[in-house]
């Protein structure tokens, strides 16, 4: 019997194949709006805390009568200097936010990319290296000239009051000192951005791997829990850095041993974690909100970034 070979018809020709983005990576444009619209929310809400944070860290004296309750503290400044006085420098922060978070998320997505296995699971070591990278990337790119405004309006409010508005005070700054006086402090908060990035993302990818593995469906409350648990143990592992990092950029300013010194003079060893409870009452508020906000924008979005 004779065999019979298929021959391909010469008219058949085969589908052309489109690359379909995959599904386990985040799409870079919804990384990037994603974390810009969470930091932004995020800042807005917890900008209190951060302001009586901020006005603890840059008390000189160790005997100075400021409280240290983080809700003591605003409801007196809102008593004598009026609620408004609690969101000066909020705007320049909430771009800052805005801006870092945006580069932080898309950074980290990015590089979380690169290192996930084969399953898009992303090990606890590389998790917390794709954190550092993040937030070094957000600190040159958005965190330490806003940071560096914020901390100086709020120092100047108390004492001077020189600075009108955050673009006002950017104008003198620039002014007086150049533009480099906006990067005052970057080392430290570099420093700070790439240990608290590293701990918060780190912390918040071992926490989701660990909710897979148990069952726990993805929602806005677990991404909440878990993003202020991140938020705690942040605060206690990384506050020396935060602490540096203020005193680098009050409107004086200071050098990095300088800062050091001074708190050390000032408050003993205990001094570098000046501030913790009222950075805590924020970071657990600014975890939970920043990673539920993201995960669910993220959510949206994404099925307009696979039809692409």
Known sequence: MA???????????KAPIVPRQDPRKTSQWV???AGGIAGGVEAGITYPFEYSKTRVQLVQGGTAATSS????LIAQVARQEGI??????????????SGK???????????????SDEQ??????RGILAGMVA??????????PTERIKT?????????????SGFHAVTVLVKNHGLRELYRGLVSTTIKQSATSAVRMGTYNILKETGKSQGIAPSAVSSFGMGALAGLVTVYATQPFDTLKTRAQSVSGAGLVEASRSVMREYGVIGFWKGSSMRLGRLLLSGGIVFSVYEQISALLSPMAQTE
């Open 31 to 33: 990384s990037l709006a």
């Open 152 to 164: 100086a309006m709020i120092d100047d409010a108390k004492t001077n009051r020189q600075f009108k």
């Open 69 to 72: 309750n983080p809700l003591r």
């Open 101 to 115: 978070a945006a580069v932080r998320f898309l950074s980290y997505d990015t590089i979380k990319g690169f290192l």
């Open 120 to 125: 898009g699971k992303l090990p606890a070591g």
């Open 84 to 97: 408004s006085a609690l969101y000066i420098g909020c705007s320049s922060l909430i771009i800052g936010t």
């Open 3 to 13: 065999h019979i070979i298929n021959q391909p018809k010469m008219n058949e020709t």
């Open 135 to 144: 937030g070094m990337a957000e600190s040159i790119v958005a965190v330490t």
